[in-house]
Nanobody, 130 residues
Framework: QVQLVESGGGLVQAGGSLRLSCAAS?????????MGWFRQAPGKGREFVTA????????YYTDSVKGRFTISRDNAKNTVYLQMNSLKPEDTAVYYC??????????????????????WGQGTQVTVSS
């Protein structure tokens, strides 16, 4: 069992920045798991945002956040981060982090699929005002 707790959400003006954190605890081999961030806006389905392989050597982004968002991980702290810059109103959503324990799921095509993830955090609200 892995518990995930997100933090760092809030209200920010367009063009501003936020950094989300996701801390893992429990019976976790965090440094062996790929991690992802997803988001869900009101009235919409859950959307892939970004992922980082367990090794940290590869990261993947959906097109709408490329060049603005950066995912990173600190295995010593069992934490994954999402640095969000140049935020836009359309980034408004609840952001969720998730754990993927499947070593075979290590490329973009796999890691963008939410059903490939085993554990999810409770989410943190990000609201970007225009």
């Amino acid at each position: 069992q892995v518990q995930l707790v997100e933090s760092g959400g809030g209200l920010v003006q367009a063009g501003g920045s936020l950094r989300l954190s996701c801390a893992a605890s429990g019976r976790s081999l965090f440094n062996m798991y790929s991690m992802g961030w997803f988001r869900q806006a009101p009235g919409k389905g859950r959307e892939f945002v970004t992922a980082i392989r367990w090794s940290g050597d590869s990261t993947y982004y959906t097109d709408s956040v490329k060049g603005r968002f950066t995912i990173s991980r600190d295995n010593a702290k069992n934490t994954v981060y999402l640095q969000m810059n140049s935020l836009k109103p359309e980034d408004t959503a609840v952001y969720y982090c998730a754990v993927n324990r499947r070593y075979s799921c290590s490329n973009f095509e796999c890691l963008k699929k939410d059903w490939q993830y085993d554990y999810w955090g409770q989410g943190t609200q990000v609201t970007v005002s225009s």
